[in-house]
């Protein structure tokens, strides 16, 4: 059945059925009937448009989507980002060229949400066995004997059941398939929320580059957007913080941009006039100890929820889609009475194969995060030191900066080294 066609009320067998088709699940469904295995995807949107958008993809990201077979197709929409720059007080402190990392893939790159969705629904949708089903809601998870066997969904046409060998759970952070699973999480708020608004770029910014902005404990994170003419600005508020900040009024807003981008605050004409034209993100991390149950396993988001530092939502998304769909279709292969083993352990191997890049994610965000909230003058001045460090030592940076943006590669060249060194 084509992408997009809905069946009537009833039962659709599949072999996966994927709850979410954002990043994680569309490029689960491609790694996945590109091995022949049938794969239907239920998700609640239509058209694409989904409430949360991370554009900017790792070095690493990119790579993953060459061997997914679109980055080609989606260059023309994609910005390639050349520098990451960092002031603090006002000073430049560190600029960083991604051209000088040793790796084959180099460059982050900023590609709008529903460009790399649309995509990715494209490329699997010339492969038999994918089935798209937008406006679908699931409702409820089927289990039989224990064991989940499917879901249960609402939308166009009336309930529905699709019975799958495998359901893959990848409604992003607040989904609820998770806890019904029985895979809870631990919440963990961080001390701050994000205000996102969008303005237009300076002229003087000619080179993409990801731009911090850094004034004791306030920071500001600014992003280029794939279109070249408009930017992403995240301002740091204290948790709970945007009421007394809405309570100010917006010309408060404005002037947080003055001190923190002042180049953004050249045109009055174009700040926000109202608080409609911002969007809060509320930060938190999600502990999930375990990502597999009979029958389901959870990825993306729903797995292991990050804060935006450093964007890792949408690549680690990918990472999990690329290690767990080869397992699955090598568990799906097996026609014997024991492929409902099979399956649970290769969802068992993928979260030992995904377990660590997400654990060293997680720690790298709460180390910069950490560095962000130094308010005394003392620490601020430390905090300028370690940046220059940075600057100037290419074994701090490969420290330190390699694992938020190459970290697959590095693994890979590691591996590579001491197989060498083996033989």
């Given at each position: ?34 091995r ?12 694409g448009?989904?409430?949360l ?17 679109v ?22 402190v560190?600029?960083?060229d991604?051209?000088?990392f ?10 709008p949400q ?9 490329a ?24 989940v ?6 939308g ?32 963990r708020p961080?001390?701050?929320?994000v ?19 850094i ?9 280029p957007?794939a279109?070249g ?5 995240g ?7 945007l ?7 917006i010309t408060?807003l ?6 923190l ?12 006039g109202d ?26 988001d729903?797995a ?6 450093l964007?890792q ?27 409902a083993?099979?399956v ?7 979260q030992?194969?995904r ?26 001045a ?8 940075l ?17 697959a ?15």
């Amino acid at each position: 059945m084509p992408a997009g066609d809905t069946p009537d009320t009833g039962v659709l067998e599949t072999d996966v059925c994927v709850v979410g088709g954002g990043p994680a699940g569309l490029a689960l469904a491609l790694g996945l009937v590109r091995r022949g295995v049938r794969t239907t995807v239920l998700e609640r949107s239509t058209g694409g448009q989904r409430e949360l958008r991370g554009e900017s993809l790792s070095p690493d990201s990119v790579r993953l989507l060459d061997r997914f077979g679109v980055l080609e197709r989606l260059r023309a929409d994609a910005l390639t980002v050349h520098r990451l720059e960092v002031a603090d007080a006002g000073r430049p402190v560190l600029s960083i060229d991604f051209a000088r990392f040793p790796y084959a893939y180099r460059h982050p790159m900023e590609i709008p949400q529903p460009r790399l969705l649309a995509e990715l629904t494209t490329a699997a949708a010339r492969e038999p066995g994918f089935r798209l089903l937008p406006g679908r809601t699931a409702t409820g998870l089927w289990r039989e004997a224990g064991r989940v066997v499917g879901v249960r969904a609402a939308g166009p046409g009336g309930p529905l059941r699709v019975r799958a060998a495998l359901t893959a759970v990848a409604e992003g952070r607040f989904g609820r398939l998770r806890e019904e699973a029985g895979l809870p999480a631990t919440v963990r708020p961080l001390r701050r929320d994000v205000l996102w608004l969008r303005l237009p770029r300076p002229a003087a910014w000619t080179e993409p580059a990801y731009r911090i902005r850094i004034h004791r404990d306030r920071h500001a994170l600014v992003l280029p957007d794939a279109n070249g003419s408009t930017v992403r600005v995240g301002f740091s508020l204290p948790k709970r913080g945007l009421r007394a900040l809405r309570a100010a009024g917006i010309t408060t807003l404005h002037e947080r941009l003055r001190e923190l981008v002042p180049e953004l605050a050249d045109r009055p004409e174009a700040l926000p006039g109202d608080w409609s034209q911002t969007a809060l993100l509320d930060i938190f991390t999600a502990d999930v100890p375990v990502w597999h149950a009979p029958g389901a396993v959870l990825l993306g988001d729903a797995a292991h929820t990050l804060s935006p530092v450093l964007g890792q939502g949408v690549n680690h998304a990918l990472g999990d889609a690329a290690v767990l769909a080869p397992l699955v279709a090598g568990a799906l292969g097996d026609s014997r009475p024991g492929r409902a083993r099979a399956v649970d352990a290769a969802t068992a191997a993928y979260q030992r194969g995904r377990a660590r890049a997400v654990a060293d994610s997680h720690r790298l965000q709460c180390r910069q995060e950490r560095v962000f909230t130094w308010s005394s003058r003392p620490a601020a001045a430390a905090r300028r030191t370690v940046y220059r460090a940075l600057q100037t030592s290419p074994r701090l940076r490969a420290r330190v900066l390699e694992p938020a943006y190459f970290a697959a590669q590095r693994g890979e060249r590691a591996d590579r080294a001491h197989e060498e060194e083996r033989t």
